[in-house]
């Protein structure tokens, strides 16, 4: 038996400091920082702050790994696995590098989940300037128990979110649960797998465990607010690998609402980047399949990307460029609306 309740497996690339903040919240932990392994692997960092400050945490804690990959992977998906593979814990969580949790979020979640495979908890959104607790569709219910996903299977529309999963180790060790390599929607794909294959799923919706800071200025982005072809084309890989995974474990009925979210905020990606009308075209062109299979609309969305989708199921790929890229100016407006109405609210306190 381990002699701790829970590994935590970090992914890291040059993170710099941010790893002093999220380490404070591990050592903060109500559960007991000695019952805490963490596992940091980090992906061939170019930063040698980054690399000094993890030599020193693994040679200054007794349950702090620091483990070095030798070549860039690009995505966090390997160093997530080599994490799992060397976690002692009988639990595991994936955490970002740059959040936190809240202080009683391990033992809230360790004496939570019981004999469940899968326990999910909720967030907090951390802006600059503010913070705002996400609202899930179970809006104010507490806990959502059950015994296999057929019992609510709204519960693979709540955001994959992996940093607030905890899991039984042996159940994706069992059942060949692994993230995605070279690509992204990695954890989609964990998240999704786990919720299909768990016996026993807890979601404690008015439990927020973790703080997700949401970094989007020029000079600091977080990975999901990187819109160049690189990462949208991976994410559109990961998707096309949770198809491949639906079909293999014959899963494919909930693919529409797997993916009702996902597939409008990727174009919403697209609308958002600067990427060049070829790239766009070409990105469409491969989108199609996966649109054609699972699309549905999001409501969240409203009617502004029928268009731009009926453009892509009927092939019509130079005018889905267009329609994009009036999207792109109708969005750019809709923020610069928003900014305005922010500061002016700000200056009429």
Not at 9 to 16: A, R
Not at 200 to 219: A, M, P, Q, T, W
Request: glycine residues 4%; contains cysteine.
């Amino acid at each position: 038996m381990s002699d701790y309740k829970i590994s935590v497996i970090v992914s890291t690339y040059n993170s710099g400091n941010y790893l002093i903040e999220f380490l404070d919240s591990i050592k903060a932990q109500s559960i007991g920082f000695e019952n805490i392994e963490v596992i940091f692997v980090d992906d061939n960092s170019t930063d040698s702050e980054t690399l000094e400050l993890l030599k020193e945490l693994d040679a200054s804690h007794v349950n702090v790994k620091s483990i070095f990959q030798d070549i860039n992977s690009g995505f966090p998906g390997t160093g997530r696995n080599i994490g799992l593979n060397l976690a002692n814990a009988d639990y595991v969580i994936f955490a970002d590098h740059d959040d936190t949790y809240v202080c009683n979020a391990f033992e809230v979640m360790y004496d939570k989940i019981a004999e469940n495979d899968m326990l999910i908890s909720n967030f907090n959104q951390v802006y600059t300037d503010k913070t705002i607790p996400f609202k899930s569709i179970y809006k104010n219910a507490g806990e959502i128990e059950v015994l296999d996903i057929h019992e609510d299977e709204n519960l693979l529309r709540i955001p994959a979110a992996i940093w607030t999963r905890l899991f039984r180790k042996n159940f994706l060790i069992e059942n060949d649960i692994s993230f995605l390599e070279g690509m992204l929607a990695e954890d989609v794909y964990v998240a999704t797998y786990s919720c299909l294959k768990a016996n026993g799923i807890i979601y404690l919706n008015d439990f927020y465990s973790y703080n997700y800071k949401i970094r989007d200025s020029k000079e600091d982005k977080s990975t999901i607010h990187v819109r160049n072809r690189k990462y949208i084309e991976a994410i559109l890989n990961g998707y096309y690998e949770i198809d491949k995974m639906l079909v293999m474990i014959n899963q494919t009925s909930y693919g529409e609402l797997i993916f009702r979210s996902h597939l409008t905020s990727w174009l919403y990606t697209i609308v958002l980047s600067k990427i060049n009308d070829s790239d766009k075209k070409e990105l469409f062109i491969k989108a199609y399949d996966i649109f054609n299979k699972y699309y549905s609309k999001d409501p969240y969305f409203k009617n502004r990307y029928d268009k731009l989708v009926n453009c892509i199921l009927n092939k019509q790929f130079d005018e889905a460029v267009l329609e994009s890229n009036r999207l792109e100016k109708v969005q750019g407006n809709m923020n610069d609306r928003h900014i305005f109405s922010r500061l002016k609210n700000k200056l009429s306190r």
